[in-house]
């Protein structure tokens, strides 16, 4: 179940960076809204169960994320998922879950702020919709939607694999310098980033 969820939640990550990077295209959204689709549903019991159709839906979906991101990029959680890996012996997927909700917290008050008519504030309310299956759901149904997920597949913090303060300032140097980062919707500051490991410990 740990390999599942790590590796199923970097599927997952994936889909929904390559969704709302700068580098999107149209070849790239119909990838990651199916891929998306197929997460959604079959991540929680691929995980408490083992479900075969589960698995294949969850193999289909990475096999899309990867194809996604080789075509259109990736965001701030693997521009900070790099440097961690380094640092941290914890799984790529895990790592990259326990960031991937307080990241588009931090994208979309950026956006909102900063520049409220860019299309990826649009595209986060269309993955809020993939994830619940609500027609009516915002961005902040999306958010919590991810936060239940990690909890459900026992996601830790960043301090249980020995990221401290300590550790941040340097973090946010390299992670500023990673190729993901160029393609987050939007440029996020130096001080974002730290409020973002901050929360994630």
Partial sequence: PTVTASTGLDALTQLME???TRRANPLTDGLCREGLARAARAL???YATGDRQAREDMAIASLFSGLALANAGLGAV????APL???LGAPHGMVCARLLPIVMEANIRALAARDHDNPSLTRYAEIARIL???P??????AIIWVRNLCAD???PGLSRSG?????????VQQAQKASSMKGNPIALTDVEVTGILEQAL
């Fill in 153 to 155: 597949l026992a996601v």
């Fill in 44 to 46: 929680r019991p691929a």
């Fill in 132 to 134: 619940t299956a609500a």
């Fill in 136 to 141: 009516d759901a915002t961005v902040q149904d």
């Fill in 163 to 171: 990221l401290t303060g300590a550790d941040i300032g340097t973090v």
């Fill in 78 to 81: 693997h521009g900070l998922a």
């Fill in 85 to 87: 890996g380094g640092l």
């Fill in 18 to 20: 390559a969704f709302v």
